[in-house]
């Protein structure tokens, strides 16, 4: 199993950026595929980008591409997440979820809000 906390959120201006982290914990974290994935008030979780276990492909949404940059660091546990030129519709709860064929896991979320 994986503990995974998420931080790097909070209130940018349009066109600013921000860096997501997600610390993962109490597992080997290069075993797991990585994903942020992110939740509007009143939408369903869409998935954002996704990394896989050595970081030798990604993949993104057509919203974030060329916009956002997913990442992550074994040696540290941790996976990122880049965003810049961010717009209010990318106002959400950014979530990190770990993948692996037992089962996946979620962190508890962190906000970002993208207002002028």
């Known amino acids: 199993q994986v503990r995974l906390v998420e931080s790097g959120g909070g209130l940018v201006q349009p066109g600013g950026s921000l860096r997501l982290s997600c610390a993962a914990s109490?597992?080997?974290?290069?075993?797991?595929?990585m994903s942020w994935y992110r939740q509007a008030p009143g939408k369903e979780r869409e998935l954002v980008a996704s990394?896989?276990?050595?970081?030798?492909?990604?993949n993104y949404d057509d919203s974030v591409k060329g916009r956002f940059t997913i990442s992550r660091d074994n040696a540290m546990n941790t996976l990122y997440l880049q965003m810049n030129s961010l717009k209010p519709e990318d106002t959400a709860v950014y979530y990190c979820?770990?993948?692996?064929?037992?089962?996946?896991?979620w962190g508890q979320g962190t906000q970002v809000t993208v207002s002028s």
């Open positions: 990394i896989t276990r050595v970081g030798g492909d990604t």
């Open positions: 109490g597992s080997t974290f290069s075993s797991y595929v």
């Open positions: 979820r770990a993948g692996h064929s037992a089962g996946s896991y």
